[in-house]
């Protein structure tokens, strides 16, 4: 009898690489043009997507807020980079305005206009705790550290979908 085997794809029907894609993550901003952050550009933020360079949409822009983050994977921190050349570049004007609280006047110390700014996610803050084959507890909640299923799979924090695993996310509340 012939040995029946599944199908494996190294490409999805459209050619391209079978991998799970991710919306990128979008905080916002306030432009102003004065140093107090008391004279907005717009009534409204404006979105900035993480990782993306957003020029100033004109000059004599001297301040920003953040009015909202965008999430970073695996627990990282957001920063707003703040700077005043375009596109991003590195800046050349005194003290640094790069920050990541949300609300805080951001300027630079000599007063110089903003040429653009862009949010980065900045280390990967928490780590997953390495599994062991006993089960730890936390407020009273048992939490297993391995996933039983065919493959006995380690669950490491993340999601996971397989077949016939289980698979749990965890927090732990302070």
């Known amino acids: 009898m012939p040995l029946i085997q599944r199908a494996t794809f190294s490409s999805t029907p459209f050619g391209a690489a079978p991998y799970q894609t991710y919306a990128p993550s979008q905080g916002s901003i306030?432009?102003?043009q004065d140093v107090q952050c008391s004279s907005p550009l717009s009534d409204t933020a404006t979105p900035l997507i993480e990782g993306q360079c957003q020029n100033m949409p004109i000059s004599g822009i001297r301040a920003v807020t953040?009015?909202?983050?965008p999430m970073?994977?695996?627990y990282g921190t957001p920063i707003l980079v703040v700077s005043d050349q375009a596109d991003c570049k590195n800046s050349t004007?005194?003290?640094g305005a790069d920050g990541g609280v949300i609300g805080e006047c951001q300027t630079y110390?000599?007063?110089a206009n903003i040429g653009s700014v862009e949010?980065?996610?900045y280390g990967s803050g928490i780590s997953a705790v390495p599994p062991t084959s006993t089960s730890s507890s936390t407020a009273g909640i048992s939490v297993p550290?391995?996933?039983s299923g065919d493959q006995g799979q380690t669950n490491s924090g993340s999601d996971h979908?397989?077949?016939?695993n289980c698979c749990c996310v965890c927090c732990t509340v302070m």
Request: proline share 0%; hydrophobic share 25%.
């Open 93 to 95: 004007a005194g003290t």
């Open 30 to 32: 306030t432009l102003y």
């Open 145 to 147: 550290s391995t996933v």
């Open 72 to 74: 970073c994977g695996n």
């Open 119 to 121: 949010f980065i996610c």
């Open 66 to 69: 953040i009015s909202s983050l």
């Open 109 to 111: 110390s000599t007063g």
């Open 161 to 164: 979908d397989s077949s016939d």
